[in-house]
């Protein structure tokens, strides 16, 4: 990876770096990808993909629909509104 590179990822994640932090920044991701590869070498034909750590079945609550809040008191605090919805800056061109 390079500088170039390094500033389109910052680009699209939205990130402003400085030229210090891109510098020290490089070195790192660099390291990772380095590593990413070597993981890549390992032949995991055969391994089942781990979904849970544990043997547990289920261990979280089951979900239940409710209503807590109406319209009106979670639009209460938002910063803009129509009333109905909340109104947010365009972050997509």
Do not use: Y
Not at 17 to 32: A, D, R, T
Not at 47 to 74: G, S
Request: hydrophobic share 40%; charged share 35%; glycine share 2%.
């Amino acid at each position: 990876m390079n500088l170039e590179h390094l500033r389109k990822i910052a680009h699209l994640s939205r990130l402003e770096l400085s030229e210090e932090e891109e510098q020290k920044l490089l070195p790192s991701l660099n390291n990772i990808l380095l590593w990413m590869d070597k993981l890549n070498e390992i032949d995991t034909t055969g391994v089942e993909p781990l979904i849970m750590m544990t043997e547990e079945i289920n261990i979280k609550r089951e979900d239940e629909v409710k209503q807590d809040f109406t319209r009106e008191q979670v639009l209460k605090n938002a910063p803009q509104t129509d009333g109905e919805f909340f109104i947010v800056p365009k972050v997509i061109e």
